[in-house]
T-cell receptor, first 112, second 109 residues
Framework: DTAVSQTPKYLVTQMGNDKSIKCEQN?????MYWYKQDSKKFLKIMFS???????INETVPNRFSPKSPDKAHLNLHINSLELGDSAVYFC???????????FGSGTQLSVL | KNEVEQSPQNLTAQEGEFITINCSYS?????LHWLQQHPGGGIVSLFM???GKKKHGRLIATINIQEKHSSLHITASHPRDSAVYIC???????????FGGGTRVLVKP
């Protein structure tokens, strides 16, 4: 069983569309994260949820909205996609940032 | 200047060589992660350190909190160690990771 699974792995879409990326973890962790990796491979935190509650919300456009229906799921919805949103998005989970992180396999988003 | 700096950015080694990757940070932290990103893109957590030294197989990670510096060593390197190695810090207050830019390691047979 995959510990942190995110879907889809690849997402190609047109500018202006709305899309979602799903993430699920079966590790029983309390905290889940969304990270963005840009074309230079630089990782940056976007959001962090602890037990369905938003605890980190970096300077991310309002077009990005995380949704956590329960502590095992953290989905990322993106409205009105722009070219600059093209990146690889990683979901991760842990019991706390001071504990080992488990990453999903990433979603490569390409906005045309 | 980034809050977390790694050096070198790129490193090429021959199989069997000892490799060292450095990570320096500018603010007080409570812990530091070392991550490995494989050519296929997947990210694996190698170590989480708050002091001293940790060893796992051929990998050794050290941290000096006073000097704001951590190193990741790979002993007897192997081509399968080829990956990007990323350090990430957690500030003394808070839960947010700040990432270094990564070190791309290529180990040639």
């Amino acid at each position: 069983d995959t510990a942190v699974s995110q879907t889809p792995k690849y997402l190609v879409t047109q500018m202006g569309n709305d899309k979602s990326i799903k993430c699920e973890q079966n590790l029983g962790h309390d905290t889940m994260y969304w990270y963005k990796q840009d074309s230079k491979k630089f990782l940056k935190i976007m959001f962090s949820y602890n037990n369905k509650e938003l605890i980190i919300n970096e300077t991310v456009p309002n077009r990005f909205s995380p949704k956590s229906p329960d502590k095992a799921h953290l989905n990322l919805h993106i409205n009105s996609l722009e070219l600059g949103d093209s990146a690889v998005y990683f979901c991760a989970s842990s019991n706390d940032a001071r504990w080992k992180l488990f990453f999903g396999s990433g979603t490569q988003l390409s906005v045309l | 200047k980034n809050e977390v700096e790694q050096s070198p950015q790129n490193l090429t080694a021959q199989e069997g060589e000892f490799i060292t990757i450095n990570c320096s940070y500018s603010v007080g932290i409570s812990a530091l992660h070392w991550l490995q990103q494989h050519p296929g893109g997947g990210i694996v957590s190698l170590f989480m350190l708050s002091s001293g030294k940790k060893k796992h197989g051929r990998l050794i990670a050290t941290i000096n909190i006073q000097e704001k510096h951590s190193s990741l060593h790979i002993t007897a390197s192997h081509p399968r160690d080829s990956a990007v190695y990323i350090c990430a810090t957690i500030k003394a207050a808070g839960n947010k990771l700040t990432f270094g830019g990564g070190t791309r390691v290529l180990v040639k047979p």
